[in-house]
């Protein structure tokens, strides 16, 4: 890992209320982690990106870390050497909302480790997201449709897009690329992203909704966002959509869940030559894991990143940046 020298702010977040908590265990555990901005440090367990600070314009790298029977994480803010309380809040709320850490959260981890032991056993319950849900559904229309490996390359070149407009602004020089804001993504145009075919306009339509006020990403309601329209959304990006929301009950189900319920549990489930998974292979794989309810797809999540761990002979925090694009069950990888 390579040593910073700029100035640099520490604050702590307690643990107290969390007391299964761990960072690894927290961050490595959904394809989103491998995403940029977002890094993960194998040899110091550290996780690190830039996080908005309370103006929403500006960025800062930030390191998180917890220390070995430690009840606090370690928050490093580097490029300041000091923030305002308000610049605390902002990425403290940030950092919460990655990591889960919040009354609902653990009772929701409790209740899934009741129903599950061998979840619990592992340490998993908490689904990494973003510090945004904005990120979290951008991120979500990058999987549609494309190998893994595209998804990855996709979501570096939204944050390289980000950098070189920081750059060419007359704000503070940035080194690392953010992921865009909704008012960032929505100055883009669709030919600096024309190596994403329509999934582009899709992106730049969500961001100017947002910026319009025609969606709004404050609600916690599973009802407002079941019913709202995104450009490109089918019911694999909705139901990851209300995953990171933390509503787990409806399955996000691709070509890799029927993969994984034919390799795994011996399910054959075929999907069509042409259009959508069917309404009856839905429904199967969601009686599957009915035992799990209203945890359905975190019963299912914690079992395709077990496969992926199995596969790759090493768990996912132990994977480097150049192997992230082998954490799938395509062949083609």
């Known amino acids: 890992m390579t040593t910073l020298t700029l100035p640099s702010w520490k604050f702590t977040i307690s643990l107290d209320k969390f007391p299964r908590f761990n960072l690894e265990k927290a961050v490595c555990n959904h394809g989103f982690f491998m995403m940029a901005p977002n890094h993960w440090d194998p040899s110091t367990k550290t996780f690190s990106r830039p996080l908005r600070l309370d103006d929403s314009i500006r960025s800062a790298l930030t390191f998180i870390s917890q220390l070995p029977g430690e009840d606090n994480l370690v928050i490093t803010v580097y490029g300041a050497t000091i ?6 809040g902002a990425i403290q709320s940030q950092v919460k909302r990655m990591l889960r850490l919040s009354d609902k959260d653990e009772q929701d981890v409790t209740y899934f480790h009741k129903l599950h032991p061998h979840a619990e056993a592992k340490g998993f319950g908490r689904l990494f997201r ?5 990120e979290d559904v951008a991120k979500s229309l990058l999987l549609r449709f494309c ?6 390359d996709r979501a570096k070149a939204l944050c390289d897009v980000q950098l070189k407009k920081v750059r060419m602004s007359k704000r503070k020089r940035a080194n690392i690329g953010d992921f865009p804001s909704p008012r960032e993504l929505a100055s883009f145009r669709e030919e600096e992203l024309k190596k994403f075919g329509y999934t582009a306009g899709d992106l730049i339509k969500l961001a100017k909704q947002v910026v319009d006020g025609k969606i709004k990403f404050g609600s916690a309601d599973e009802g407002y966002y079941s019913k709202l329209k995104i450009n ?3 019911p694999f990006t909705t139901n990851t959509i209300m995953m990171c929301i933390g509503h787990y009950h409806n ?3 691709d070509t890799e869940t029927l993969r994984h319920m034919k390799e795994f549990h011996g399910l054959n489930m075929r999907k069509r030559k ?5 309404v009856e292979t839905k429904a199967k794989t969601q009686e599957f894991y009915k035992i799990y309810h209203p945890f359905e797809s975190l019963a299912y999540w914690f079992e395709l990143a077990n496969s992926y761990e199995i596969k790759l002979g090493k768990t996912l925090g132990e994977l480097l940046p150049s192997e992230y694009h082998h954490a799938t069950g395509s062949k083609k990888c």
């Open 274 to 278: 042409k259009g959508p998974i069917s």
């Open 232 to 234: 490109g959304a089918g």
């Open 83 to 88: 923030l305002s309380s308000k610049d605390v």
């Open 130 to 134: 973003s510090p945004t849900l904005f």
């Open 251 to 253: 399955i996000p189900i």
């Open 147 to 152: 190998p893994w490996k595209t998804s990855l």
